[in-house]
């Protein structure tokens, strides 16, 4: 059933999500709720078909970072918080056939997860052998003849066991390849993202700016189907919309494993729910990552460092003259603000809290397994090299003009990006 439902979510993502609202997609899809949790929906039967290049132009370099794929949450307290909530009104005999039913999936996954948390999954290991098995089919060129490929990961073990499952499919594919792993505390200022103590702080104190957001939806519906007398768990300290928001965050997370029904406890919510409590968590990766004025425009530039080396990696492969592949595999963290700052179609987008999920969607930027991949191509007898943006293995815009899209000029790119990647930012 997973497999179905995220193949039908996935073509009615490229058909016509951009023609739906964000209520209208989750009210289809439920799955694409999960913020940060949602499994990457793509595969070779429902990706849309590549724009050729220009006569004479063929791939020979392609520079990528990618999330790390589907896992497990990542604190024990993401399962185990919301069973102690309801094992306490088990006890004392509150909680309806519902709620009954409920507590003994959250028991299970609890189970499931002890030393577990925030390790990579079984779909996660697939999602990354997909992703690089097309990327080789696609761009051949890239990985013929004496091809290099140099892989880099954090030194978090889910994007290790990553860059691991997708190294191993390329290899299998492209014996001869030479290919070159680290994972080392090293580059974490690039692979990992973020810039250090007082950028952590900023991130947090944006945070706080979209708590005055409301819910937008009433917990009495939630709470009356788990309790036998919702005002017991008011009595006793059950807060509603913690036990609400915890349980949306569980059900989201079930679709990143084969061994679960990634829709069982969706049916705890209605569609309106699940669009209240999505648009919240939305506005707050936007205010700390995106391109938002509650972050004075710094959300992005926290990506800075992997901004500058792939950008400057890139231009020293263009001189060389070589071929290849730079992949790079961090976190969700890194991948959103970078998406900001290379600009890619609507991510950057700046706007009205209130409107943001009209414009601004996390399932369109930051899945599990979410990736970029800057193509480069070059034409024999011509210095002019050309660079076509996927995201998500989706082609998508740049920044800058040009006369051959989805391709784009890379001394136009590369002098837009150096100079961004020179804006003064204060921190403080």
């Not at 965050?249 to 679709?255: D, H, M, N, R």
């Amino acid at each position: 059933m997973k497999r179905i439902l995220l193949i039908c979510a996935a073509v009615a993502m490229c058909a016509s999500v951009w023609a739906q609202t964000a209520r209208e997609t989750i009210a289809l899809h439920p799955n694409f709720c999960a913020i940060n949790h949602v499994a990457y929906p793509y595969s070779e039967s429902n990706l849309p078909a590549l724009t050729a290049a220009p006569a004479g132009y063929e791939p020979f370099y392609i520079a990528h970072y990618g999330r790390h794929g589907s896992r497990w949450q990542s604190s024990m307290r993401a399962y185990e918080e919301p069973v102690k909530m309801l094992e306490k009104a088990e006890k004392a005999g509150q909680l309806t056939a519902s709620g009954i039913r409920l507590l003994t999936i959250l028991r299970k996954a609890a189970v499931d997860a002890t030393l577990r948390t925030g390790e990579l999954s079984d779909i996660g290991a697939e999602q990354h052998q997909g992703i690089a098995r097309r990327m080789g089919n696609r761009f051949p060129e890239v990985f013929a003849g004496d091809a290099v490929v140099d892989a880099k990961s954090s030194v978090v073990i889910r994007c290790i066991l990553s860059m691991t499952n997708a190294v191993t499919t390329l290899k299998a594919a492209y014996p001869h390849l030479r290919i070159t792993t680290d994972a080392s505390a090293h580059d974490q200022h690039f692979t990992g993202g973020g810039q250090g103590e007082d950028t952590l702080a900023h991130r947090m104190r944006s945070a706080l700016d979209v708590k005055s957001l409301p819910l937008g939806c009433s917990t009495d519906r939630f709470m009356a189907q788990l309790f036998v007398h919702p005002s017991w768990a008011k009595e006793n300290k059950i807060d509603a919309k913690d036990l609400m928001s915890r349980v949306f965050t569980v059900a989201g997370a079930l679709q990143n494993h084969h061994a679960y029904d990634d829709t069982e406890l969706f049916s705890y919510f209605t569609s309106d729910e699940l669009f209240h409590l999505w648009r919240v968590l939305n506005a707050r990766w936007y205010v700390r990552y995106g391109n938002a004025e509650e972050n004075g425009h710094r959300g992005p530039f926290t990506a800075r460092e992997h901004f500058k080396e792939m950008i400057t990696t890139a231009d020293s492969i263009v001189r060389s003259g070589k071929h290849g592949a730079s992949l790079r595999f961090g976190h969700d963290t890194l991948l959103l603000p970078l998406a900001c700052l290379l600009e890619l179609g609507n991510a950057n987008y700046c706007g009205d809290l209130e409107t943001l999920h009209e414009h601004w969607r996390s399932y369109e930027l930051f899945l599990m397994a979410g990736n970029i991949q800057l193509v480069f191509y070059r034409k024999a007898g011509s210095d002019d090299v050309l660079v076509k943006a996927l995201f998500n293995e989706q082609e998508t815009t740049l920044p800058v003009p040009t006369d051959q899209a989805p391709y784009y000029h890379w001394s136009d790119l590369r002098d837009y990006y150096l100079k961004k990647a020179a804006t003064p930012i204060d921190w403080n």
